[in-house]
């Protein structure tokens, strides 16, 4: 299976010189690539391919104002066309927006591939590099394996970062359980569980919104492009990391406990980006980061031989009765409690709709059946009138 496993490391003057050179030489010649591809589709009406690309690429290394890409290696660079076309190719199939310009305020990184590093005695050697790179080893790599590819990324707030990329031939799918469960994510409690737990929302941005509110009040009135504003930059990027890493460490050890306790689990296929278009839950639903949840749960549930149940986002799970079937009409999310009409039930908003997605998750897993609710019932076509009026027809 390939995997990736991401480090921190600390370079030295030389090569923090050298990697940022090489970072940035990415950056100019991915925004040039991108610059002439529109520029001749607007133009001209047409396409450049990666292959033009990469021979204006060895065309732009003979100008004079652009002798500095052979400085660095030229395996990044190449690679940031072809992550180009990957752009372009995602954009056609309508899977991406059309590609955004790299910005160095943003980070960067370089990719690089066998030909451009060396891995020797379990350390990374890249090209035009003397020395190896000082990796913090905070988790050991799997016995016998070698990196196929290694990313260099600088992020926002001035840390280094390597992946390596590998192969890994173990199996560490657990051994099968008799447990599943259904999840209900939240706000308040960011996930509620078909055992009746609920598991809080840490809110990683509200507990520092005070100081970045005030990191990027004092960014706002520095003059740009003076070196007091880069200071106050990295102060807030800084912030704006922790923030991150904070979020993240506690999904991971969520999700990692929800795969070792569990054999199947069931969630909502929910669409969270049309869910941030309500500016009122925006920033709430930004913060729990449902979709990082999903794709964390997605990607174990592979490793370790689990199974992640998916059901349609139209199920009523919270409107549902979980003891009779009766489904209200209206259940606005300010009612937490309610009473079934039908069989007196009284039931908790979260805890009930987690019972109803582990319910619906067993006939999805078991048949394939589709639990989609018939949201407007159709009784025919509309066919035309004489005077241009949609008219039901006769039953």
């Known amino acids: 299976m390939e995997k990736a496993y991401r480090y921190r490391f600390y370079p030295t003057t030389e090569q923090q010189s050298l990697l940022r050179r090489t970072i940035g030489c990415v950056r100019l010649v991915f925004n040039r690539a991108l610059a002439t591809r529109t520029e001749a589709w607007y133009e001209r009406q047409e396409r450049v391919d990666y292959a033009q ?69 379990g350390q990374v050697y890249l090209a035009k590099c003397q020395e190896s790179l000082p990796i913090k080893w905070s988790r050991q790599m799997p016995k016998g394996c070698e990196p196929t590819t290694i990313t260099v990324k600088v992020d926002p707030s001035g840390r280094w970062f390597v992946s390596l990329r590998i192969d890994d031939p173990t199996d560490q799918t657990m051994q099968p359980i008799d447990s599943a469960v259904g999840l209900d994510v939240g706000i308040s409690s960011l996930v509620t569980l078909s055992t009746g737990e609920k598991i809080a929302n840490p809110k990683a941005f509200d507990k520092h919104y005070q100081k970045l509110r005030k990191a990027q009040k004092s960014l706002s009135r520095k003059q740009k492009t003076s070196c007091n504003r880069d200071k106050a930059r990295l102060k807030a990027a800084r912030i704006q990391a922790k923030i991150s890493d904070s979020r993240k460490d506690h999904l991971h050890k969520l999700t990692t406990r929800l795969i070792r306790e569990n054999q199947t689990i069931v969630v909502e296929d929910l669409a969270v980006k049309n869910m941030v278009k309500n500016h009122k839950l925006a920033r709430a639903i930004s913060d729990a ?82 639990i989609r609710p018939d949201r407007h019932k159709s009784k025919g076509r509309l066919r035309k009138t004489s005077n241009g009026r949609k008219q039901k027809p006769e039953s």
């Not at 940031?80 to 752009?87: D, F, I, K």
């Open 53 to 121: 690309t990469s021979t204006m690429l060895t065309s732009w290394k003979k100008l004079e104002d652009l002798q500095f890409l052979n400085e660095v290696s030229c395996v990044p660079l190449q690679q940031g066309l072809r992550h180009l076309q990957t752009a372009f190719t995602n954009f056609f199939a309508g899977r991406a927006k059309y590609p955004n310009f790299k910005k160095k305020r943003s980070g960067g990184s370089a990719e690089f591939t066998k030909s451009a590093f060396k891995w020797k005695d």
């Open 289 to 370: 980061a449902w979709s990082e949840l999903v794709r964390q749960l997605e990607y174990k549930s592979n490793w370790y031989g689990r199974t992640l149940v998916k059901i349609d986002r139209w199920f009523p799970s919270s409107k549902r009765c979980g003891n009779c079937g009766h489904i209200v009409d209206k259940l606005p999310l300010s009612i937490r409690e309610w009473d079934c009409p039908n069989c007196g039930a009284h039931h908790d908003r979260d805890i009930n709709a987690s019972r109803n997605i582990l319910a619906v998750g067993h006939t999805v897993a078991v048949c394939g059946a589709n």
